[in-house]
Each structure stands twice: as structure tokens, then as C-alpha cells.
């Protein structure tokens, strides 16, 4: 096959699955801006104590996480540099913040991209958030262990 | 209903905003791969890489789709996936491998502000994404006998 030809067929095949990820992607990062304009986020954070308790986290340590998780690691680290400032977070708080969303973040977006590619969309997030709750729970009882100086 | 509106057109500018960005990454990416392998050279990685990647229940090819993911960004990974044939506990596998460590030069730089190591949350990742890969592909062949 000659190159020219190998190019074209290469570029009319990225564009038609970009074009078909389209039709997923935009109705999700819309959803996506509502859900923040009504502060959803804000309103879910009482219903998290459980699942922080587990993490041995604050309560505090709710809207960073899931601005993280839900909105992307941009956005919960601006969150997150904000509490460090403000001092709602102890410094142990906010690195285990940290190991949580470089694991799990911009968990919807994510798996819809990758689902349009045919991926199975529980499995990718069930993992995902299981292997971070894991992970941090070990960060923490080793962070307390270990160094609690960080407390 | 008025309320809606600024929302709305923000997700829109988002997401005109994104398959930008995805047109620039994985069109190139994707004619980059796509000359490579016309020269051999994906078969050459591939090859070396065959045994590692049999261990996820992965073609040795998927090896490009991750390098390219660690160092790139998942976009760039997704420029391959398109072009591979991959069954859906492949691609199941490769996503959530993929989906865990990305885009390392930029995300491990953000993550640093909370006090995490780049190192660390570089080598963090990288770990966790094997382990899950290793895992996810164990049970879906011992327990759902493959899909």
C-alpha cells in the first residue's frame, strides 16, 4: 500500500471515531457544567462521612476529593492548594488527597471516552476506585505509623 | 431555565475545546503509528514487548498505546487503540491500565502540590496501573473464563 493512501485511510478512520466520541462527549462535559453550576458537589459532601472515615480522612478533606474525582485533578488541586492555605487540611490530609486522585480523577469523562472505544465502563470505574481507596488507606495507616509527625 | 444557559454554553466551549485538542493529538499520533508500523518498527517493539504485555492478555502492539499514554497523554493512546483489534476484555484491561497512569510529565507536576513526590506519584502509579492490569486480566480469564 502506498503511503499517501495509507495516510488518507489512516486520517478518515481517527476523525469518523473522534466524530462518534463527539456525540458521547458533548452531552457528558454539559452535564458535566451543570451538575457544577448547582453545586452538586457541595450538596453530596454531607453523605460522604463513611467512606472518609475509612480513609481516615476529615471531614474537610470531602470537596477536594470529589471536585477531583468528578471534575478532574486540575480543578480539586486548585481546591486542594486553596485548603492548604486556608489550613483545613493537615499536611498528612492533603497528601493522601493526592494519592487518591493520581489514581482516580475525572472519573466520568474518562470512562466515557473509553467506553465510545469499547471498553466496559463498570469495570474501568470499579477498579479505578477500589485500587484508590486501597491504596490510600495503606498511605494512611502508614503515614500515621510511620511518620506522625505529619499530623 | 434561564439559569441553564451560562452552564450550557460553557460545556459547549468545553467540549469544542477538547475534540480540538483530541483532533490535534490523535490524528498525528495515529499517522505516526501508522507510518512506523508501514517501516516495521511497531512490529519490532511489539516483539520485544510480546511476553510482558502477554501477562495483561495484551498484543505486544498495545505497548505503544501505553508508552504513548505515560509520557503523552491517554488522548495520544487512544490515536492506537482505534487502530487495534482488540477484543472488549482487552480494551477493558488497556483502559484501566491506561486510565490509572497518564499523562505523567504534567499530572504528577499538578499533583505535587498536596506534597506528593513527582517520583513517588510517578512510581505510584505506574505500579498501580500494573498490579490493576495484571488483576483485572487474571479475573477476567480464572473467574469469567475470558470474554
Not at chain 1, 18 to 23: N, T, V
Not at chain 1, 60 to 87: H, N, Q, R, T, W
Request: glycine share 6%.
Amino acid at each position: 500500500m502506498e503511503i499517501a493512501t495509507l495516510l488518507i485511510t489512516t486520517i478518515t478512520e481517527t476523525l469518523l471515531s473522534i466524530a462518534q466520541l463527539a456525540l458521547l462527549l458533548v452531552p457528558i462535559l454539559i452535564a458535566i457544567e451543570i451538575a457544577r453550576h448547582y453545586q452538586v458537589i457541595e450538596k453530596i459532601t454531607g453523605k460522604t462521612k463513611g467512606a472518609l472515615r475509612f480513609l481516615l480522612l476529615p471531614q474537610e478533606a470531602a470537596l477536594p476529593l470529589l471536585a477531583g474525582i468528578f471534575f478532574g485533578i486540575v480543578f480539586g488541586s486548585a481546591l486542594i492548594i486553596d485548603y492548604a492555605k486556608e489550613g483545613f487540611l493537615k499536611k498528612r490530609d492533603l497528601l493522601l488527597i493526592g494519592i487518591f486522585l493520581s489514581i482516580s480523577h475525572s472519573v466520568v469523562e474518562d470512562t466515557f471516552i473509553f467506553a465510545v472505544f469499547g471498553a466496559n465502563p463498570l469495570v474501568l470505574i470499579t477498579t479505578r476506585t477500589i485500587l484508590a481507596i486501597i491504596i490510600t488507606r495503606l498511605a494512611a495507616s502508614l503515614i500515621d505509623r510511620f511518620a506522625p509527625e505529619a499530623n | 431555565m434561564k439559569t441553564l444557559v451560562e452552564p450550557i454554553k460553557k460545556g459547549l466551549q468545553k467540549s469544542l475545546h477538547l475534540l480540538w485538542l483530541l483532533i490535534k493529538i490523535i490524528v498525528p499520533v495515529s499517522c505516526l503509528v501508522a507510518i512506523l508500523d508501514y517501516y516495521g518498527f511497531v512490529e519490532l517493539i511489539a516483539g520485544f514487548f510480546t511476553p510482558a504485555m502477554a501477562l495483561f492478555g495484551l498484543p505486544g502492539e498495545a505497548t505503544i498505546a501505553l508508552l504513548l499514554s505515560f509520557f503523552v497523554n491517554f488522548y495520544a493512546a487512544l490515536g492506537v487503540i482505534a487502530t487495534m483489534n482488540l477484543s472488549s476484555q482487552q480494551i477493558t484491561v488497556l483502559a484501566v491500565m491506561i486510565g490509572i497512569c497518564h499523562e505523567l510529565p504534567v499530572e504528577t507536576v499538578i499533583c505535587s502540590y498536596t506534597g506528593l513526590r513527582i517520583p513517588v506519584s510517578a512510581a505510584l502509579r505506574l505500579f498501580t496501573a500494573l498490579l490493576a492490569g495484571l488483576i483485572l486480566n487474571l479475573i477476567y480469564n480464572l473467574i469469567l473464563g475470558g470474554v
